[in-house]
């Protein structure tokens, strides 16, 4: 079974309006961390947001926002106010267990296209 | 701030070549990794690395290896380069508290003829 699925391929948005990129995760593990990262056509992976299974609000970075429903598993990337640099491939990822020697499971993505 | 250098951005090696992809981190990090990125399947783990001289399987470890003797170096070895290994090739670090985040280089592009 896929531990973290990104339903939307590819998403479009006008510029200064917000978004909403999906993300769904399947662990068992109690303790876990949420992460996303852009991916400008550059290559280069950024680390934008994260956040910890027992942490009680949800995570704010800036223009990013974490909608985190644990209940329901997912842990959805708001961005508001779109820019034109926002256009990148988005990917949501998961650390299952405590901190320590771990690697993350990372979905296959969202190409966001921010539009004039 | 946290950097990864991968030492090319863009390789082309023949089919059978033993191929050496070289990551440095500058920030102490415990652990370190190597993902593969193909369109639409995301990054797929290939090793990591948390300890000098210690390593663990990824999900897709099969036709490489790695190595690490020093604390800030990590290389991703492909013994017998095949065309299926042409991809994307992404290096990351991370601390062993905290949040664990990765931080990564900015990839090597890897094609194999």
């Known amino acids: 079974a896929q531990k973290i699925t990104q339903t939307q391929p590819g998403m479009f948005v006008q510029e200064k309006e917000a978004v909403t990129l999906d993300c769904t995760y399947d662990?068992?593990?109690?303790?876990?961390?949420l992460f996303w990262y852009k991916q400008p056509s550059s290559g280069e992976m950024i680390f934008l947001i994260y956040?910890?299974?027992?942490?009680?609000q949800n995570a704010t970075e800036g223009r990013y926002s974490l909608n985190f429903q644990k209940a329901r598993k997912s842990a959805n990337l708001v961005i508001s106010a779109s820019q034109l640099g926002d256009s990148a491939m988005y990917f949501c990822?998961?650390?299952?267990?405590?901190?320590?020697?771990?690697?993350?499971?990372f979905g296959s993505g969202t190409r966001l296209q921010v539009q004039p | 701030d946290v950097k990864v250098t991968q030492s090319s951005r863009y390789l082309v090696k023949r089919t059978g070549e033993k191929v050496f992809l070289e990551c440095v981190q500058d920030?102490?990090?415990?652990?370190m990794f190597w993902y593969r990125q193909d369109p639409g399947l995301g990054l797929r783990l290939i090793y990591f690395?948390?300890?000098?001289?210690?390593?663990e399987k990824g999900d897709i470890p099969e036709g490489y290896s790695v190595s690490r003797e020093k604390k800030e170096r990590f290389s991703l070895i492909l013994e017998s380069a095949s065309t299926n290994q042409t991809s994307m090739y992404l290096c990351?670090?991370?601390?062993?508290?905290?949040?664990?985040?990765?931080?990564f280089g900015a990839g090597t592009r890897l094609s194999v003829l």
């Open positions: 990351a670090s991370s601390n062993q508290f905290a949040k664990n985040i990765q931080y």
């Open positions: 662990t068992s593990d109690p303790s876990y961390g």
């Open positions: 956040q910890g299974s027992y942490d009680q």
């Open positions: 990822a998961m650390r299952e267990g405590q901190t320590g020697r771990r690697a993350l499971t």
């Open positions: 920030m102490d990090h415990e652990n």
């Open positions: 690395s948390y300890d000098v001289k210690m390593k």
